[in-house]
């Protein structure tokens, strides 16, 4: 069946530095793509999508490109404030035509001053 | 306004109890889901609602059961409660199903059962 893998966390960056978490994908067909934040004590935000390949997403100063011949769609920032502190997921529709999102295990960023 | 907002936002529970989540959406979306968040943070889809119609039910305890009055508002009993059942439920919807959609997440229902 479809499914999501990302980096397990927790990513520990100082303030400033790159961000990159690895999300890759398998899925039969062609899914949408997205990155989807979660601050402490909230509900889910998207972040950022990608429909079809070769598409770029990006939001806040995030990015990620849906890559079909690695089936990868990694998240990158260039410079992470504390701010963006949270829990970041990666997720897919699966086939099937219904918007059922299959979530990544998660990746915990920590960003210190 | 909220756009998602569950209630209760904690519920702690004896083992064997039954017990119901709320969820509403002021949005004006067609589409409902309920997912499941688990203490590792990993999160799984148990059921969507379109239109007050039954669209996607996961493997789930038929201990669960969803209940969807109007477009607006989805609900979720469960019955004979247990210790696995602990974890963060979070409600969100959609305008439409397809698979494009942005869904919509409530802030999450933090369920514990001793």
């Known amino acids: 069946g479809d499914s999501v893998t990302q980096m397990e966390g927790p990513v520990t960056l100082s303030e400033e530095a790159c961000l990159t978490i690895n999300c890759t994908y398998t899925a039969t067909g062609y899914p949408s793509l997205f990155w989807y934040v979660q601050y402490p004590g909230e509900g889910l935000q998207l972040l950022l999508k990608a429909t079809k390949a070769d598409d770029k997403g990006s939001n806040k100063g995030f990015e990620a490109t849906y890559r079909k011949e690695t089936t990868s769609f990694h998240l990158e920032k260039g410079s992470v404030q504390v701010s963006d502190s949270a829990v970041y997921f990666c997720a897919l529709t699966a086939s099937g035509g219904y918007n059922k999102l299959i979530f990544g295990a998660g990746t915990r960023l920590a960003v210190h001053p | 306004d909220t756009a998602v907002s569950q209630t209760p936002k904690y519920l702690v529970t004896q083992m064997g109890n039954d017990k119901s989540i709320k969820c509403e959406q002021n949005l004006g979306h067609d589409t409902m889901y309920w997912y499941k968040q688990d203490s590792k943070k990993f999160l799984k889809i148990m059921f969507s609602y379109n239109n007050k119609e039954l669209i996607i039910n996961e493997t789930v305890p038929n201990r669960f059961s969803p209940k969807s009055p109007d477009k607006a508002h989805l609900n979720l009993h469960i019955n004979s409660l247990e210790l696995g059942d602990s974890a963060v439920y979070f409600c969100?919807?959609?305008?439409?199903?397809?698979?494009?959609?942005?869904?919509?997440f409530g802030p999450g229902t933090r369920l514990t059962v001793l």
């Open positions: 969100a919807s959609s305008q439409g199903r397809g698979a494009n959609n942005e869904q919509f």
